[in-house]
T-cell receptor, first 111, second 117 residues
């Protein structure tokens, strides 16, 4: 069974600091990796996608992928109170279209 | 771009009734749409994959006769919860997949909160 693991938190980070979110996955055949942000009562919003090993940067966000270690991470630089949300790691396996989600990490940015 | 809408945003119904939820891709054609369910403080769980013009593929443990999915066009998929019961109360979220060279991003609709009394 495919699994995606995340620390549920809450992870508390001071405003302006770097927030680091981690995710591991069980299916070695996984092809695509995503980070979504979800505010309470809302649907997920795509933050980043990453498909190959290494780093991918988009504004204040950097996604990191290490397929050998089956590990994905998301760094948020210059954290803002508006970044406070639950961050969901999602993985698409080889040959499958649907996403497998982790339970999410609740991030709190302290002003 | 890549906007997905859902209707209704919330619905309250009596036990035993059926509820239909619509999912539309507004500015792109989606050959594949997905239906997820999220219980309070839980993550999203994939229920089924809906392909235009063909039968939906359901995940293990999801009753296909209870959760009827129709994907009649490239921009519309519907989920009908038949004979709903209180345990079906949940946040139902659809997504639609865009296709590209190597990307396969799913964009989510705003969700439908179903409460069964």
């Amino acid at each position: 069974q495919k699994e995606v693991e995340q620390n549920s938190g809450p992870l508390s980070v001071p405003e302006g600091a770097i927030a680091s979110l981690n995710c591991t996955y069980s299916d070695r055949g996984s092809q695509s990796f995503f980070w979504y942000r979800q505010y309470s009562g809302k649907s997920p919003e795509l933050i980043m996608s990453i498909y190959s090993n290494g780093d991918k940067e988009d504004g204040r966000f950097t996604a990191q992928l290490n397929k050998a270690s089956q590990y994905v991470s998301l760094l948020i630089r210059d954290s803002q109170p508006s970044d406070s949300a639950t961050y969901l790691c999602a993985v698409r396996g080889g040959g499958a279209d649907g996403l497998t989600f982790g339970k999410g990490t609740h991030l709190i940015i302290q002003p | 771009g890549a906007v997905v809408s859902q209707h209704p945003s919330w619905v309250i119904c009596k036990s035993g009734t059926s509820v239909k939820i619509e999912c539309r891709s507004l500015d792109f054609q989606a050959t594949t749409m997905f239906w997820y369910r999220q219980f309070p403080k839980q993550s999203l769980m994939l229920m089924a994959t809906s392909n235009e013009g063909s039968k939906a593929t359901y995940e293990q443990g999801v009753e296909k006769d209870k959760f009827l999915i129709n994907h009649a066009s490239l921009t519309l998929s519907t989920l009908t919860v038949t004979s709903a019961h209180p345990e079906d109360s949940s946040f139902y979220i659809c997504s639609a997949k865009t296709t590209g060279r190597v990307t396969d991003t799913q964009y989510f609709g705003p969700g439908t909160r179903l409460t069964v009394l």
